[in-house]
């Protein structure tokens, strides 16, 4: 079993940063994919910005130059820079992991989710 640990939600003011985190664990090889959903009340989930093994990450267009995804492979560790908040991005931040077990079993697996919250 993959567990998902999340970190660095919280409250924060308009224009502000938060910097998010999220540890894959478990009997798996380092995740071939990472990525950071968010969902906002009365809405469906939506991708924010995704991370391959080989770092190459895309961004959806309402982040784009303002939210930066890393990651930490040897840590098994994805990020998300969160700068120039806006309320609209005001959400519960879920992760995602997908990858192999050692077993050569796929998996994908979300976080419980962090709640950010963007208000003055």
């Known amino acids: 079993q993959v567990q998902l640990a999340e970190s660095g939600g919280g409250l924060v003011q308009p224009g502000g940063s938060l910097r998010l985190s999220c540890v894959a664990s478990g009997s798996i090889f380092s995740p071939n994919a990472m990525g950071w959903y968010r969902q906002a009340p009365g809405k469906e989930r939506e991708l924010v910005a995704h991370?391959?093994?080989?770092?190459?990450?895309n961004y959806a267009d309402s982040v784009k130059g303002r939210f930066t995804i890393s990651r930490d492979n040897a840590k098994n560790t994805v990020y998300l820079q969160m700068d120039s908040l806006k309320p609209e991005d005001t959400a519960v931040y879920y992760c995602l992991a997908q990858g192999l077990y050692y077993s050569g079993i796929r998996f994908s697996s979300w976080g419980q989710g962090t709640q950010v919250t963007v208000s003055s």
């Open positions: 991370i391959t093994s080989g770092k190459t990450a």
